[in-house]
């Protein structure tokens, strides 16, 4: 298959500039390869709600369905009303979430490499919050379907992987003996399963604070949903902060790409903003569309991403954040150029 037809919703705040300078890397490894990517811009998100009253209109879910993957900005306010419903929808029920040191960025160690995993459809951030008179209740479902799957995509993961070959499962359960009890219960049947990795499990505020003093030893790390989203936004301050760290939504069928932060209302319009989160989620946008749909040229093309990104970077051709002195678009066509000259054209 040569042809995908990418939905790409451009986000608010900083995320019309980040999705400025994905599209020229995108634009630039597509000619590379002959991808004949058809990228479809579509609304959601806070500037559109203030337009048309909701933040996710039907045309717009019509054009993610009509796609092979959505790629998405930052949202703003009304980020629960786009991602959280775009998960649920497509059943989205992996949130992949890489830390990795790249040369020539602040990172806390220059060997840091490994992988959240986080559960993506249930825990309490399903919403189900009710008032009882002047007590408020959050329900925290937790399913051992929900548990069986997540467990598994990370032991693949670190199949794939063949670095540490290790799964680090991460939990509450001497508290939350029930919900964390059945998560930590499965994730360990699920490990029967797979004898050539090693499973260890850590309760999630032990692992908050080993992630810190030493994250080297880590390789997929598996959680549940809210435990995943805080361990992941403290594990990406490792490796040079939010602006480094890509995320992948994934289901049996679709995905969604998108960077783990948000959408940074006083940066907008600056160009300033790190592009670096949402051009890895696009390499990670190509890697899955290569193994989804057997095209090698698409693994390739992710690898080469990634490659000129790491070359820019040593380079200091990038924005402030990163040490150089480069707009947010320029730092993307700064990448485009690399691309250009490995690909030799």
Known sequence: MSRFKVALIPGDGVGPELTEATLKVLKAVDTCY???????????????????????????????????VCLKGPV???????????????????????????????????????????????????GIEFMVKDSAF???VITREGCERIARKAF?????RNKKRKVTAVHKANVMKLTCGLFRDTCREIA???????????YVDAMAMRLIKEPQRFDVVVTTNMFGDILSDEAAQLVGGLGMAPSANIGDEFALFEPIHGSAPSRAGKQTANPTSMILSSKMMLEWLGEKYGEPKCIK???????????????????????GCLKTFEM?????EEIKAFCGK
């Open 34 to 68: 002959g991808l004949d990517l058809n990228i479809v811009q579509v609304e959601a998100g806070d500037s559109c709600f203030e337009r048309r009253g909701v933040a996710l209109p039907e045309d717009t879910l019509r054009e993610i369905k009509n796609s092979h």
């Open 76 to 126: 703003g306010e009304t980020a629960a009303q786009v991602i959280v419903k775009l998960r649920i929808l497509f059943d989205l029920y992996a949130n992949i979430r890489p830390i990795k040191s790249y040369p020539g960025v602040p990172c806390l160690r220059p060997d840091i490499d490994f992988v959240i995993v986080r559960e993506n459809t249930e825990g309490v951030y399903r």
């Open 138 to 140: 959050c329900v925290r």
């Open 156 to 160: 693949e993961l670190a199949k794939r």
């Open 192 to 202: 029967k399963n797979y004898p050539e990795i090693s499973f260890e499990e850590q």
């Open 301 to 323: 093309a992710a690898e080469t991403v990634e490659k000129a990104l790491i070359s820019a970077i040593e380079k200091k051709l990038t924005v402030p954040d990163l040490g």
């Open 332 to 336: 993307g066509e700064a990448i485009a």
